[in-house]
């Protein structure tokens, strides 16, 4: 993969993920393929925020005067904001806002329906999409206006110590869905320039991409009180006092499938992993004229009871060339293919070829297909993430000399240094290399890279998107 932006960019169009060409910047269409992918990344979601979440659905639009009340947060996301200011040819009394993000739809609510200790905690999130009108370069599915796929989740609790604890149990769930999907990441605290726009602290996950770059691929925000005593949210606790109660939030989108996409991909197409693939096993009946009935019905009976075990299949039975099939089951990334044709009926076997590595196994019609199917997949998500974890752990170099650090993060890495986590002085190291600090990733001692004092963090740099 020579230049990773040009496939990116062609494999999203070849293998019908989107299509870009739609007359807005920043907006492109989900099409059925994608969408597939999409779906599939929603529903395992879904599942773990259900498990401690309830889901809920808020308007779209935030009047201003709701936007406006967090100065901190508002001037956050000051130049992003898309305003309503018409309603047909009448302009609106009162501009609104497209939401952003939705902490000023939810709160005013939160502060409605939070009366009592009795009504903590409170957690909830919505599926949406959202809109911000980026600045920087934007790029399908990594930087875009309209984030279609934007899961954000809301929590209120009676101390701050139990909103320490729920930023550590969203961080367990965000950890859970990239193992799902074998997609590596790093989680580091954000240096406190970098924070959402009115959060005590963020913690943040990044993935590398293979051009060298990390995409910030979730985020976890504990917001103290500062939201709940913007919007008047209090609850009366056990001895009848009223206090202000604490909260989190935390979000990701898009950015989630396009990073799955550019981690596993190769050079000829897209490598999915098994949990979102919209086809799992593609069946390439070889047919001859005189067999191709029993062929057929061979193909026919192993679809049923592969669906019947809940995979998802597709005969390919289309009149081309194996040859081509082939190459277009690659492109769509489809995980597992099985070649059945007349010798194989014969010898009541079929051929049984993986995406992720080529590999081509032989298997007796006599074994228990649907067991040895779901094992085969469980060992290609297991290679994906292997392979993939082994590429990012790789690529992270320790450094304690600054002057190297743009050759080493320029070539493809992350570099990890020791730093005194003063902003002063991580701002300085940023403009000197031209680089982005990440955050923190654990603490430390010894000396700062940049300033020599001494040191507080193994802090990660990288070139962000
Ligand atoms: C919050 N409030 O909003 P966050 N295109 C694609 N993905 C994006 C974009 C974009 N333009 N902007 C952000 N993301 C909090 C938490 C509710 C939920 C993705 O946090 O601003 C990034 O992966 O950090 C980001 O980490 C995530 O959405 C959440 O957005």
């Known amino acids: 993969m020579e230049n990773f932006s040009q496939w990116f960019h062609d494999i999203l169009e070849k293998a019908e993920i989107i299509d870009s060409r739609y007359p807005i910047k920043g907006m492109s269409v989900w099409l059925p393929k994608g969408f597939k992918i999409r779906k599939y990344f929603l529903e395992e979601l879904g599942k773990l925020m259900d498990q401690d979440h309830d889901e809920v659905l808020f308007p779209l639009l935030i009047p201003e005067n709701e936007l406006a009340k967090e100065a901190i947060h508002v001037k956050g996301f000051e130049e992003e904001v898309y305003w309503v200011t018409h309603g047909g040819v009448k302009e609106l009394n009162e501009k609104l806002a497209i939401r952003p993000t939705s902490e000023t739809a939810i709160y005013p609510m939160f502060s409605l329906w939070i009366r009592s200790h009795i009504d903590l905690p409170k957690k909830v999130y919505q599926s949406v999409n959202t809109m911000r009108y980026e600045t920087k370069h934007t790029r399908p599915l990594i ?3 309209e984030i279609t796929t934007f899961t954000e989740s809301h929590t209120v609790h009676e101390t701050y110590e139990e909103a320490i604890k729920q930023v550590e149990n969203g961080i367990d769930i965000y950890k859970k869905i990239f193992n799902l999907l074998a997609i590596p990441y790093t989680i580091v605290s954000r240096p406190s320039w970098d924070k959402f726009p009115g959060a005590d602290y963020t913690f943040a996950f990044d993935s590398l991409i293979k051009d060298g770059k990390t995409l910030q691929i979730a985020t976890v925000h504990n917001l103290g009180d500062t939201f709940a005593k913007t919007f008047d949210i209090k609850y009366e606790d056990s001895n009848g006092n009223h206090k202000h109660p604490y909260q989190t939030c935390y979000g990701l989108s898009d950015r989630v499938i396009a990073s799955l ?62 040859g081509k099939k082939y190459h277009e089951n690659e492109l769509n990334g489809i995980p597992l293919r099985i070649d059945l044709g007349p010798r194989d009926l014969k010898n009541n076997k079929i051929d049984i070829i993986r ?53 080493i993060v320029l070539n493809g890495n992350i570099a990890s240094v020791k730093w005194c986590g003063n902003d002063d002085c991580g701002k300085g190291i940023e403009e000197k290399t031209n680089l982005d600090i990440l955050g923190n990733l654990s603490e430390t001692n010894g000396e700062c890279i940049h300033c020599g004092k001494s040191a507080k963090y193994n802090c990660l740099i990288s070139k962000t998107y």
């Open 355 to 407: 995406r992720d590595t080529a590999e081509k196994k032989e298997f007796s019609l006599d074994g228990d297909i649907v067991e040895y199917i779901n094992n085969y997949l469980s060992e290609i998500t297991n290679n994906l993430k292997q392979k993939a974890w082994n590429y990012m752990n790789e690529h992270i170099i320790e450094l304690n000399d600054l002057s190297k650090i743009e050759e």
């Open 143 to 145: 930087r875009v206006r």
């Open 261 to 322: 996409i550019a981690i596993h991909g190769d050079d000829k197409g897209l490598v999915l992993p098994p949990l979102v693939a919209p086809v799992q096993i593609t069946i390439i009946p070889i047919i001859f004229k005189d067999k191709s009935d029993e062929v057929l019905s061979k193909a026919n009976e192993i679809k049923n009871t592969l669906e019947n075990a809940g995979f998802r299949v597709n005969i390919d039975d289309r009149g081309i060339r194996p």
